[in-house]
């Protein structure tokens, strides 16, 4: 794992950041802070790209646009912030998160899929997670697997929108997660542009986190 790359807007927990807006400054707390366990397995939908289109096609012919928000988790490890992911088999990296139901709002529904991902069952309803602003968007616009971080002009009814959302976490938690499933904390670093490990949005979120000063609060 390749850590010599800076990091910029990178401060010491120790010093005040004067900033007039607060909300540009992110706290971020210590990875061993964090306790991490297993629960049951989540079922998986072996499908093929086809299968995905046809599903997508059925889900907009019933529902219309189809929303999905994902939230942007980050933890610092050896100095350096950290973007928690999700693999499924060792392959793939996915941010927390899903599709909305139908009526449900942004916020609702990541809460509702952080809980189901990350903690246990019983504790779903009552866990607080701190959902912050939107860091960013990216659409569908037709029956295709391509996605866009703007809507083309040519998509004037798009199929898919998906949503970034900042969400801070509390100088501990216990994360729960189903036995199928990793969650890896992966530097900042070596996400950033690299499409080819883990996509165009998750390799984008370096990106989108670059107006923030990260503030590692050591504990």
Known sequence: MNMETIIPHLVNGDNQIQNDNQDL??????????YFASKEAVPFKDETIADRILRIKSNYSAHGLRTCVEAVLVVELFKHPHLLLL???????????????????????????????LSAEEDSIGLNW???????????????????PYLPPSGKRPKECTKLFLVKLPESRKFIVPRNLKLLAVPLCQI???????????SGVPQLLSKFSINIVEL
């Open 192 to 202: 950033h542009d690299n499409q080819k490990t883990y996509g165009p949005i998750i």
């Open 25 to 34: 400054v992110l706290n971020i707390y210590p990875l061993n802070n964090y």
């Open 87 to 117: 693999q499924v088999r060792n392959s793939k990296y996915k941010l927390p998160g899903g599709r909305l139901r139908p009526g449900e709002s942004d916020v609702d529904g990541l809460k509702r899929k952080l809980s189901s991902k």
């Open 130 to 148: 701190e959902v912050g602003e939107c860091l960013g968007m990216w659409w569908r616009p037709d029956f295709e697997t391509l996605l866009y």
